[in-house]
């Protein structure tokens, strides 16, 4: 079965500190892995799109890295801005039908 | 360069009733998908239009229906409202096929049913 999860479902770190959200999926075969970023009562922003030959692509302060083989991706946020509260989807494309599936996201929450 | 439009930004409606929901892509833009997003589920997959034809569909009941004009503006309905349809409806728009292509979101129209 194509899923994506998504770890872990909540975080709460403090301004200027990293933080790592992680992406497991099993959709095959793979086309894409995309990252975005979800302000709370606003619509989803790209962060990064990923084919399988990249593993690490970078947006600013944000670090994706994609591992195909282990079908992990991660997301590296480098020093945490207060902004940077946001519910984080990853979401993978692929599964021979070329869908999409989401993953239920990662609400992080940066405290000053 | 405009985003994309969706409009209402917030409604409410009663159980049995009907919505239209309407969604203007990026100009150039012909792909539009629509995605329901609620706490439990997340985001999932409703429909896909593409010049004027469905080209993909999400595991819906049929009361979920859209449709896309020649302007590439999309329009969704969900008839008989149930207290379960209520949720964030957010539209896409996409030079290429959704799965292929970024996708630019609208801001959502939040629709809660009483």
């Known amino acids: 079965k194509n899923q994506v999860e998504q770890s872990p479902q909540s975080l709460i770190i403090l301004e200027g500190k990293n933080c790592t959200l992680q992406?497991?999926?099993?959709?095959?075969?793979?086309?894409?892995l995309r990252w975005y970023k979800q302000d709370t009562g606003r619509g989803p922003v790209s962060l990064t799109i990923m084919t399988f030959s990249e593993n690490t692509k970078s947006n600013g302060r944000y670090t994706a890295t994609l591992d195909a083989d282990t079908k992990q991706s991660s997301l590296h946020i480098t020093a945490s801005q207060l902004s940077d509260s946001a519910s984080y989807i990853c979401?993978?494309?692929?599964?021979?039908?070329?869908?999409?599936?989401f993953g239920t996201g990662t609400r992080l929450t940066v405290i000053p | 360069k405009a985003g994309v439009t969706q409009t209402p930004r917030y409604l409410i409606k009663t159980r049995g009733q009907q919505v239209t929901l309407s969604c203007s892509p990026i100009s150039g833009h012909r792909s539009v998908s629509w995605y329901q997003q609620t706490p439990g589920q997340g985001l999932q997959f409703l429909f896909e239009?593409?010049?004027?034809?469905?080209?993909n569909k999400g595991n819906f009941p049929g009361r979920f229906s859209g449709r896309q004009f020649s302007n590439s503006r999309s329009e969704m309905n969900v008839s008989t409202l149930e207290l379960g349809d209520s949720a964030l409806y957010l539209c896409a728009s996409s030079a290429e096929t959704p799965a292929v292509g970024e996708l630019f979101f609208g801001e959502g129209s939040r629709l809660t049913v009483l």
């Open positions: 979401v993978v494309s692929g599964g021979g039908a070329n869908n999409l599936f």
């Open positions: 992406c497991n999926y099993t959709v095959s075969p793979f086309s894409n």
């Open positions: 239009y593409f010049s004027e034809t469905q080209r």
